[in-house]
Structure formats: C-alpha cells, structure tokens
C-alpha cells in the first residue's frame, strides 16, 4: 500500500469535519500534476490530512476507501476523486516548520511544489512524520 498527503485548508474541511461526516469523497482537485497522483491511488492506501492556511501542519491518518473514479460533480472524465474514511488523529500535530528543519523530508514534494494539494509519501518520511507525532510541538 502507498502513503499520500492530503492538504486541505480547515475552513473549507477539516480532519473534525471527516470524523464527524465518518467518510467523504475528497474532490475539487484541478492541478493536473495532483490528479495524476490520484489516480495512482489504491483502495487500502493510507493518507496524511494536512491543514494549510494559518496552521500548516500535519493533523491525522486517513484511508483510501475506493479507487480513484470520474468526479459525479463535474462534466469532465480528467477530473477524479476518491473517497476516504477517518483513522486516528495524530497523537501531536506535526507543523511545517517541523518538517522543513529534519533532514528526512529533504526532497519532499510538500517542500520544493509547496502548492501541490496531494503528495505521495515514501514509507520512510511517512514513518518519520509518525515519530514526530510522538512529541509534543510549540504552536
């Protein structure tokens, strides 16, 4: 199974807002570079939420519920969504700054294409993020 980031701005829907709602079906995305990652997600691959914005940080664990199909909403076979359910919140959110200083994440598209709204995450940097839940970090 793979690992994404998923980056979300809270205002329009947060990590409550998929655990209250249980499941969703993550749509909106137009930026051609994130669609193709989409559409290499699988049914069972787990994703990082990530809220942009005034937070910037890393917030839970969410799992791909179904593969990528067409977006319902819109008239264009390009546009894809896939749907996902909660998992866990992580135990500390992990911020930005956190990331941009460990050396791990060097190389990471969530550093060098800051824009880009879904990520692909190697096992190592997704474990790394997981170990750095572990602790508590200043706001």
């Known amino acids: 199974m793979a690992n994404w980031l998923l980056k979300t701005e809270p205002s329009c829907f947060s990590w409550h807002d998929l655990v209250k709602q249980k499941s969703a079906t993550w749509d909106g995305v137009a930026n051609a570079t994130a669609l193709i990652h989409i559409r290499k997600m699988k049914k069972g691959d787990t994703a990082i939420i990530y809220h942009t914005g005034a937070e910037r940080r890393a917030v839970g664990l969410a799992q791909i519920t179904s593969n990528p ?71």
């Open 69 to 139: 199909y067409p977006d319902p909403k819109q008239n264009d076979p390009r546009l894809v969504v896939i749907d996902l359910k909660p998992k866990s919140p992580l135990p500390h959110p992990v911020p930005l700054d956190i990331i941009k200083a460990d050396k791990a994440f060097q190389g990471w598209d969530l550093l060098r294409i800051s824009r880009l709204s879904v990520v692909p995450t190697s096992d190592k940097m997704f474990q790394r993020l997981l170990d750095l839940a572990q602790t508590e970090h200043d706001p």
